[in-house]
């Protein structure tokens, strides 16, 4: 269980670094490279550190694999209309569906790298903490809120709430559907962002109405 705390350790730092490091001046290849490709480097590095995971893991969990196929169906509701109402309530509605799926060389880091982030804040960190005797209600909250503090670097303090209630469904969808369940919702919810659009308000629309392309400016 040591191992999964340093691979647990590891990947909260994950996206801190790359931030750190895509910030520095240069004009370094590596730093080129994650100014350009950094969510597809965080998607790889998180596959890699799940993957590590599950073979410490060797299927001694805390949390089930799979459970019924009804809570499955319903996370993928809540993982479309999360995203969607928070946006809304939030004065920043979004249009579904408005754009295509992202090319190959970002969805497929999208999609391993959610399989991963599941692996580690659902299973791995809940399992961990039940083993060195914490209650199963504390390890969700130190794994929910390790989760929000996860996503700092890239969405900022302010989506911290969101993440915390967003982790807080997701582990409630592992332990009653199965982590697979979880899987389907944290995708669903990823997905729907990335083919999302915002809405222009009408005020905004009246007011460009008319008004030239930048480009022929």
Known sequence: MAVLLVVLAAHLALPWVLARLARRSGERRAVAVLRQ?????????????GTLALIVLSGQTA???????????????????????SARLAGKPLRPFARPLPPAGELVPMVTGVAAEEVLWRLAAVTVAVHF???LAVAVVLAVAAF??????????????????????LTGIALTGGLLAALVCHLAHNLTLACARKL???????KVAGVPPSSSW
């Not at 222009?200 to 009246?206: D, F, G, L, S, T």
């Open 37 to 49: 490709h950094g969510t597809a480097v965080y998607g790889y590095a998180t596959t890699v550190l």
């Open 63 to 85: 949390v089930p694999w799979w459970q019924n196929w009804p809570v499955s169906v319903a996370a993928a509701g809540i993982g479309v209309v999360l995203p969607l109402l």
């Open 133 to 135: 005797g914490l209650p």
């Open 148 to 169: 929000a503090v996860l996503h700092v670097p890239a969405s900022g303090p302010r989506a911290v709430p969101y993440q915390t209630v967003f982790g807080l469904l």
């Open 200 to 206: 222009v308000p009408a005020r905004k629309r009246a």
